[in-house]
């Protein structure tokens, strides 16, 4: 990303500037794509592919750009500027394993640093600069030799996904109808990714630090609002907004079309947990992505506390010894995260005869366990670290009410929390996406994964999205709009 200092033709009142646009602009806009690849790669890969849900395209180059432009028809309809928006669009080979992958990212490749009437010199992505300013702040700028140094945004996609070594056998799902299966729908996530580049994210601060860059604040900061320091980003220092990035489920959006927006938000999922010394346990969670549906309240059954076996990779990695098996059989075990994908120990708690199981973050915050195994029948879910060591200190506490021959027991049921909105704050406010410890790229910059419905901008592409930015399906063009959009 560039960022450019205001120029003397920008230097007006960004806020007078934006009110005559209000009156007199209603234009969709224009979202113009440029491809960088090369002959033969990417846009211009020539295999033969059957046409796929809804794109009729019979290469594999042609069906890609028939997403591209599918996606940025979408945004066009939502958006209004009378600036042409200008993407960069290729496709690399990103860093993979067989077992992981990047898909590949996107933001403003521009950046312009504002006056704005009662504020201070704030930085803005080109594309929402230019649709509030009404021309375009690169027009006259030439290309640095780059042939995408003067655009709004630029994108990158990987080449290889799905291929031996690169996310083995999960390619991009070219379709337009959301039918991936167990493929990556490549249009959620380019819609996803497009969304950063319009400005869906905190530009010009290391969030490692709190610092900004050239000391300028970000539009963003201002709806970033800390309610343990009970300040926006804006007011902070450096230290507290990077105290503030680590705070889980504490960093609420507080622009009002969001606030208003988040109404769609579903009631917060608990379980609750009943020990034999009467004590009542409340724990918030999130539904795995894989398994049958979490059913929003009833009985979950009893809970056990599984030992970690020797040699495994992680807690559950491994089949369970006899002594797990006989702690599970006809119950839910608590297992912690780390070591192996969650689907992995969700099936060896089955397998054990589990009839569900509570999944316990290994760092601060919510988490959205993922994964695929289509032969998992019982439900899972996943609760905070802190959340996870209340239940286990319940399960030991409650084996002196218990006989010998049956010690007693917590009892889990799953219920709803009709005072909370799940992924946002106590007042209604969604959330941003700060996990304890940070994680670069996507820490800030996205809501949190606690929310339900899933949302478009969470950190994870999740199977259960729309390609639908409003509510009540979704929170991102609301956001948007918050910016200036």
Not at 93 to 115: E, F, K, P, R, V
Not at 440 to 448: A, E, I, L, N, T
Not at 452 to 471: G, R
Request: glycine share 12%; hydrophobic share 40%; net charge neutral.
């Amino acid at each position: 990303m560039q960022m450019k200092p205001t120029s003397r033709t920008v230097a007006r009142s960004l806020i007078a500037a934006a009110v005559a646009l209000t009156c007199l602009s209603a234009q969709a806009a224009k979202i113009t794509i440029t491809s960088r690849d090369a002959p033969g790669y990417g846009f211009n890969d020539k295999t033969p592919v059957k046409p796929v849900g809804g794109n009729m395209g019979t290469t594999l180059g042609e069906q890609r750009w028939n997403v591209y432009r599918h996606v940025a028809d979408i945004w066009e309809k939502n958006l209004q500027s009378d600036v042409e928006i200008t993407v960069s669009a290729g496709w690399e080979n990103l860093a993979c394993t067989a077992t992981s992958a990047t898909l590949g990212s996107a933001g403003a490749w521009n950046a312009w640093i504002l006056t704005e009437t009662g504020q201070l010199p704030t930085i803005y992505p080109q594309a929402l600069a230019n649709k509030l300013l009404g021309f375009n702040l690169s027009g006259e700028t030439p290309d640095d030799g780059t042939g995408y140094g003067n655009v709004d945004i630029k994108t990158q996609f990987n080449a290889r996904l799905g291929q031996p070594g690169c996310l083995d056998g999960s390619p991009f799902y070219l379709g337009l109808d959301g039918n991936e299966g167990d493929e990556v729908d490549f249009a959620a996530t380019l819609l996803h990714e497009l969304g950063h580049g319009l400005g869906f994210s905190v530009l010009g601060v290391n969030n490692n630090t709190g610092a900004r860059s050239g000391g300028y604040p970000s539009i963003w900061e201002r709806f970033m609002y800390d309610n343990t320091a009970k300040k926006t980003w804006l007011q902070m220092s450096n230290a507290e907004r990077k105290a503030s990035a680590i705070n889980p489920e504490q960093l609420a959006w507080i622009g009002p079309n969001t606030v208003a927006g988040a109404s769609m938000l579903n009631p917060q999922p608990v379980v609750q947990s009943a020990s034999p010394a009467g004590k009542i346990a409340t724990a918030p969670y999130t539904a795995s992505l894989f398994g049958p549906a979490v059913p929003s309240n009833g009985k979950l059954g009893a809970l056990a506390v599984i030992a970690t076996q020797a040699g495994e990779a992680g807690p559950g990695c491994s089949p369970f010894n006899a002594a797990n098996a006989a702690a599970t059989k006809g119950k839910v075990p608590i297992i912690d995260r780390g070591g192996c994908n969650f689907a992995v120990k969700v099936k060896n708690a089955q397998d054990a005869g589990a009839v569900g199981v509570v999944l316990v973050n290994n760092a601060g915050g919510s988490f959205a366990p993922g994964g695929a195994d289509s032969s998992i029948r019982i439900p899972s879910v996943g609760i905070t670290r802190e959340d996870g060591a209340t239940l286990k200190s319940a399960v030991a506490a409650a084996k002196p009410y218990g006989s010998r021959s049956q010690p007693g027991e917590v009892t889990a049921s799953l219920a709803i929390d009709p005072n909370r909105k799940a992924g946002a704050d106590r007042f209604g406010r969604p959330l941003l996406y700060t996990p304890n410890p940070l994680v670069s790229g996507s820490s800030v910059s996205h809501f949190d994964v606690s929310a339900s419905p899933n949302l478009l901008m969470e950190p994870s592409i999740n199977n259960d999205l729309t390609l639908d930015v409003n509510p009540p399906k979704d929170l991102t063009l609301p956001l948007l709009k918050d910016l200036g959009w």
